[in-house]
Nanobody, 116 residues
Framework: QVQLVESGGGLVQPGGSLRLSCAASGSLFSSYRMNWYRQAPGKQRELVAGISRVGTADYADSVKGRFTISRDNAKNTLYHQMNSLKPEDTAVYYC??????????WGQGNQVTVSS
């Protein structure tokens, strides 16, 4: 069982930046696709960004050009750089380890609040 531990959330003003990290246990991190999801109050969880084992990234239209997903397989760590944050980005963010479309493990969730 791979465990995912997130860090880096918090409160930021509109237009600001935050970086989330997700550290994975075990030695299989590099074999899996990794994703970031978010869930805002009263809304369904949505896929924000994903990155393949070899580093190919894709993004939801709402965050393209503002968010960057990356991974360091040597450190078993996933990153999520979020720039130009908007109030509508406020949500709990979850990292996710997946084998194709099959979710294997979830992080504990990390609150990101964008407010002045």
């Amino acid at each position: 069982q791979v465990q995912l531990v997130e860090s880096g959330g918090g409160l930021v003003q509109p237009g600001g930046s935050l970086r989330l990290s997700c550290a994975a246990s075990g030695s299989l991190f590099s074999s899996y696709r990794m994703n970031w999801y978010r869930q805002a109050p009263g809304k369904q969880r949505e896929l924000v960004a994903g990155i393949s084992r070899v580093g190919t990234a894709d993004y939801a239209d709402s965050v393209k050009g503002r968010f960057t997903i990356s991974r360091d397989n040597a450190k078993n760590t996933l990153y999520h750089q979020m720039n130009s944050l908007k109030p509508e980005d406020t949500a709990v963010y979850y990292c996710n380890l997946a084998l194709g479309a099959l979710s294997i493990s979830w992080g504990q969730g990390n609150q990101v609040t964008v407010s002045s």
